[in-house]
């Protein structure tokens, strides 16, 4: 999926808020972002799910991991209060948040 349409279509599915990243003095915003979204998929025992399959993004579809990790790193605030929501097998539809102070 060309990145444009992907981020345009996530921008349409999610009211993207006015949040901003903070940067960590040994690491950018999105590389932060990253990791913290690594380790919320690593706590509720997906990550080996979504790197086979990807994730469920509300409102957009299933999106490839690799395209979620670079959305991390190029766009954080997708990944913070008022950005897109995923869907959590067994949970149900979550707001994004874990980049959140990332």
Not at 34 to 50: E, H, K, N
Request: net charge negative; proline share 5%; glycine share 12%.
């Amino acid at each position: 999926m060309n990145r444009l349409l992907f981020a345009a279509g996530l921008a349409t599915a999610a009211a993207i808020g006015s949040a901003v990243g903070t940067v960590h003095a040994d690491k950018p915003d999105g590389i932060a972002c990253q990791q913290a979204g690594i380790s919320t998929l690593q706590s509720l025992d997906l990550l080996s799910s979504v790197a086979r399959d990807g994730i469920e993004v509300a409102g957009v579809g299933v999106v490839p991991f690799r395209t979620v990790l670079q959305l991390h790193r190029t766009d954080p605030s997708l990944f913070q209060t008022g950005g897109v929501s995923v869907v959590v097998p067994g949970v149900g539809t979550v707001p994004a948040t874990w980049c959140d102070g990332a």
